[in-house]
């Protein structure tokens, strides 16, 4: 069974600054990778997704994150941080040819300083 | 515009109390999802249905039951609500063609509070 493992639960920083968020996962073959991001008071909604192929992901928001297969993770960037990207992520795994049911990490909560 | 729509956004019952929460989704999604979510313990899963009459248990189904009649909705009862049941309920729906893993799009919440 796969796993996720997001080691940082919160995370400050300031306006204007880059960010990375960390997500490493368990799996013994290329998973199905993604994204959320739960602003407050609002659903989840996905950021980006890895399925295969260019292992650099673009996203929405100004969002990418890299697949490293050799270190078993998806970090999250964004080379500048505005206010409104204070918010819950999540990253979550998925198995191929296995079940439809990801596995979420249990968050990172991005606080933006002005 | 895609959506997912659960009944309450906010919901205050008493112990012992039957409630059902009811999710609805308009993207003829086969897979439909009930996660609960803590502080610090992020989504746990606490059904899954993948087609009408189908469920399967998550990580935490102790205490509660799911219903799906109809493809586009889902209903998670809690048969005798209870304090530690107090908690956001979050809905969710995903495609499940071709033995992908598609991305879960989400409904925006429901806050229960068990008195």
């Known amino acids: 069974a796969q796993s996720v493992t997001q080691p940082d639960i919160h995370i400050t920083v300031s306006e204007g600054a880059s960010l990375e968020l960390r997500c490493n996962y368990s799996y013994g073959a290329t998973p199905y990778l993604f994204w959320y991001v739960q602003s407050p008071g609002q659903g989840l909604q996905l950021l980006l997704k890895y399925f295969s192929g260019d292992t650099l992901v673009q996203g929405i928001k100004g969002f990418e994150a890299e697949f490293k297969r050799s270190q078993s993770s998806f970090n999250l960037r964004k080379p500048s941080v505005h206010w409104s990207d204070a918010a819950e992520y999540f990253c979550a795994v998925g198995a191929q040819g296995g079940s439809y049911i990801p596995t979420f990490g249990r968050g990172t909560s991005l606080i933006v300083h002005p | 515009d895609v959506k997912v729509t659960q009944s309450s956004r906010y919901l205050v019952k008493r112990t012992g109390e039957k409630v059902f929460l009811e999710c609805v989704q308009d993207m003829d999604h086969e897979n439909m999802f009930w996660y609960r979510q803590d502080p610090g313990l992020g989504l746990r899963l606490i059904y899954f249905s993948y087609d009408v009459k189908m469920k399967e248990k998550g990580d935490i189904p102790e205490g509660y039951s799911v219903s799906r009649e109809k493809k586009e909705r889902f209903s998670l009862i809690l048969e005798s609500a209870s304090t530690n049941q107090t908690s956001m309920y979050i809905c969710?729906?995903?495609?499940?063609?071709?033995?992908?893993?598609?991305?879960?799009?989400f409904g925006p919440g429901t806050r229960l509070t068990v008195l």
């Open positions: 969710a729906s995903s495609h499940n063609r071709l033995a992908v893993v598609h991305e879960q799009f």
